[in-house]
């Protein structure tokens, strides 16, 4: 029976690691097979099939084969793992790695022919996983590897994460709190080089409030310029297909919909996407905790102009 749903991975961000990880499984299958083929060849002293008592036997061998496709024309066809893992050092030039698990065996133990497959195929793109398969009594094994891939997969990071689901508000206050960083820096300049002579300055400084405020509206009119051009930057790749979505209701549900049905597999234009998870997360981490700092800083200015 051949079966391409036997189980389902959406908005998930597949490493080249997790790859690796259901390959070494995969070998391991191969190999416990093939060790058990061998040894009955062996203990039937190299019999055909219906002269031997076989639980299992094999007209073609037990096969694991790798195939990596490449943005340049190159194509890998391999059944050497060290091949296949030296490919997969080049994420960045890869559009397509395909692994098939080939196990196939007869038994002879009952006095009747019994036949045995077990098929799998796994195709990664940038977006889309496919697994196919094919049995002949072997549901058991069958259902164990594909609970196996299937919790692997499934439980890595997903692709809707927070920085994706709150990408206005984390784009907003990174850019706030570069603007933030920069009037400090200009008010400190202006204090240090102010003339009482000049009269904008010295209405600033004596209504405090319209300094406070005008610094913050200063700092986001800033921070949106900075946004655009370094913020925009570290999520371009891993926002795809969100580009047109705005921050309002239903509108924005259905690309962010649409955006949760594929995966994000780390090769191609993928392959640092996570790094640039990683840094999203960092940056708004220290920008939520520099723009409190801030924050109080203009607050004590404020305080500190209002009473003199």
């Known amino acids: 029976m051949r079966d391409n749903n036997s189980f389902l991975v959406q908005n998930k961000v597949i490493t080249i690691e997790q790859i690796k990880?259901?390959?070494?499984?995969?070998?391991k299958t191969l190999d416990?097979?093939?060790?058990?083929?061998?040894?009955?060849?062996?203990?039937?002293?190299?019999?055909?099939?219906?002269?031997?008592?076989?639980?299992?036997?094999?007209?073609?061998?037990?096969?694991?084969?790798?195939?990596?496709?490449?943005?340049?024309?190159?194509?890998?066809?391999?059944?050497?793992?060290?091949?296949?893992?030296?490919?997969?050092?080049?994420?960045?030039?890869?559009?397509?790695?395909?692994?098939?698990?080939?196990?196939?065996?007869?038994?002879?133990?009952?006095?009747?022919?019994?036949d045995h497959l077990m098929d799998i195929s796994l195709d990664f793109s940038e977006s889309v996983i496919s697994f196919v398969t094919s049995n002949k009594n072997m549901n058991e094994e069958l259902y164990n590897i594909s609970s196996y891939i299937n919790g692997l997969l499934n439980g890595g990071e997903d692709r809707f994460s927070k920085i994706i689901k709150n990408r206005f508000l984390v784009k907003n206050l990174i850019g706030l709190t570069a603007g933030s960083i920069l009037t400090l820096i200009a008010f400190i300049i202006i204090v240090l080089t102010k003339s009482n002579t000049n009269p904008t300055l010295n209405m600033l400084f004596n209504n405090p409030i319209?300094?406070?405020?005008?610094?913050?509206?200063?700092?986001?009119?800033?921070?949106?310029?900075?946004?655009?051009?370094?913020?925009?930057?570290?999520?371009?790749?891993?926002?795809?297909?969100?580009?047109?979505?705005?921050?309002?209701?239903?509108?924005?549900?259905?690309?962010?919909?649409?955006?949760?049905?594929?995966?994000?597999?780390?090769?191609?234009?993928?392959?640092?996407?996570?790094?640039k998870r990683k840094s999203i997360e960092k940056i708004y981490s220290i920008s939520k905790k520099v723009l409190l700092v801030r924050l109080l800083i203009s607050i004590i200015i404020l305080v500190i102009l209002s009473f003199m």
């Open 21 to 27: 990880e259901i390959t070494e499984y995969l070998k």
């Open 32 to 114: 416990y097979y093939s060790g058990l083929i061998k040894q009955e060849l062996e203990e039937n002293n190299n019999a055909n099939f219906v002269s031997g008592h076989y639980k299992h036997y094999a007209y073609i061998k037990p096969s694991l084969e790798f195939k990596a496709e490449f943005n340049d024309g190159r194509k890998i066809d391999t059944k050497d793992d060290f091949v296949f893992y030296d490919a997969l050092k080049e994420p960045q030039f890869i559009y397509k790695i395909s692994e098939r698990l080939y196990i196939s065996y007869s038994d002879n133990e009952s006095g009747e022919t019994t």
């Open 210 to 275: 319209l300094l406070f405020l005008g610094g913050w509206l200063i700092a986001f009119a800033l921070g949106s310029t900075i946004v655009s051009s370094i913020v925009n930057g570290l999520y371009n790749g891993i926002e795809q297909g969100l580009e047109y979505a705005t921050n309002k209701g239903t509108y924005t549900s259905h690309y962010e919909d649409n955006y949760r049905m594929f995966n994000e597999v780390l090769i191609g234009k993928n392959y640092n996407n996570l790094e």
